[in-house]
């Protein structure tokens, strides 16, 4: 074999069970593309052939960011994620493939131009477990209730309003007269309903040790309108604000900032900007939501704008933005350790 290269560039494209390895040196010239098994000892080992001097590019998905973690912790080298999408809009090649995809990261890598994404702390990382699982059981809860409306309605049989309280829910198992087949359904969405409803409260118990524990969650939670779920679901995607420059950067990452679609003189509303996590967006633009009726100052902020002919959603994401930014400024001297 030649002797090593003093600086290599790798980009892994990587699936379940395999990872597309490119090797290229500092003129971009190809020394390594081939398919691996998706383990780190025999990656790690093959990328030392060429060089010692490593910087790795790889895309954000399912389980990159253990696998940027776990290169760092044993080598020391210089581990980017990068947006999927943003790494696309950057081929050449109209083919797809492994061995190309693998060869435009390390490129990237290369030249400079690969746009980075966050690399979260396992801890944080470890956190969003449990709000996606939270997440889901809403979900889960909401997709159930739903059925349970569609089977009264396609009977006639007209529900209570306090139809999901305990008194509602004795009343759907001894009350509601149904078919047979129709009766043993019910039967058994009330019984989801029940094993849900105790899952939400095991989870809503462990969100609250963990923010017990977590000053930034206590802060977040003197706020009026923010309770334990957006707290939690606020740390466990932004981490420490502290690595934002401002607070305009944290509102985007928070996905509320307008999109800009802007041509010469011409302005269009493109509404707000979609790379970001949703559950974060939604959550917050609910916090601004409870923000206008609670506190006096966002409810004077809501009727201004209400004034000047804005609809309620635009005025929810403004409100959202904003204090968000001044959120940036109460949290960034040092609370939000990660």
């Given at each position: 074999?030649?002797?090593?290269e ?32 998706n ?44 947006h ?25 890598v ?51 309003k ?116 949703k ?8 916090a601004?939501h409870?923000?206008?009726?609670q ?35 109460e ?8």
């Open positions: 074999m030649k002797n090593k003093g600086l290599v560039f790798v980009g892994l494209d990587v699936h379940q069970d395999s990872i597309q390895v490119c090797i290229i040196n500092a003129e971009g010239r190809s020394l390594f593309n081939r398919r691996m098994d383990e780190v000892r025999p990656l790690i080992a093959a990328i030392r052939r060429f060089g010692d001097d490593v910087r790795i590019g790889l895309e954000a998905c399912g389980g990159t960011a253990a696998l940027a973690d776990e290169l760092i912790q044993a080598t020391g080298w210089s581990v980017q994620l990068t999927a999408g943003y790494a696309q809009r950057m081929r050449q090649n109209p083919d797809k493939s492994d061995f190309s995809d693998a060869f435009l990261l390390a490129d990237l290369r030249v400079g131009y690969l746009p980075r994404v966050w690399l979260a702390p396992a801890s944080l990382r470890d956190l969003r477990h449990l709000v996606h699982y939270r997440q889901q059981l809403v979900d889960l809860n909401r997709n159930v209730k739903l059925r349970i409306r569609a089977l009264l309605r396609e009977h006639r049989v007209r529900a209570p306090s139809l999901w309280s305990g008194v509602g829910r004795k009343w759907l198992v001894e009350n509601v007269s149904l078919p047979i087949h129709a009766r043993w359904v019910l039967e058994r969405h009330v019984n989801e309903l029940q094993r849900l409803s105790k899952a939400l409260a095991e989870t809503g118990s462990r969100m609250e040790r963990i923010a017990e524990e977590d000053p930034v969650m206590q802060r977040l939670m003197t706020h009026r309108g923010i309770g334990l779920v957006t707290a939690v679901i606020f740390r466990a995607q932004v981490g420490d604000v502290g690595r934002f420059g401002s607070g305009k950067q944290l509102a985007r990452f928070c996905g509320l900032s307008p999109c800009n679609a802007s041509s010469g003189s011409r302005q269009a509303d493109a509404g707000l900007i979609r790379g970001c996590s559950l974060l967006r939604a959550t917050l633009i609910e601004a409870r923000l206008t009726i506190d006096a100052g966002w409810k004077a902020f809501k009727q201004r704008m209400r004034q000047n002919g804005k609809p309620g959603g635009v005025i929810a994401a403004a409100v959202a933005n904003r204090w968000i930014r001044r959120l940036y400024h949290l960034k001297p040092g609370l939000a350790a990660a």
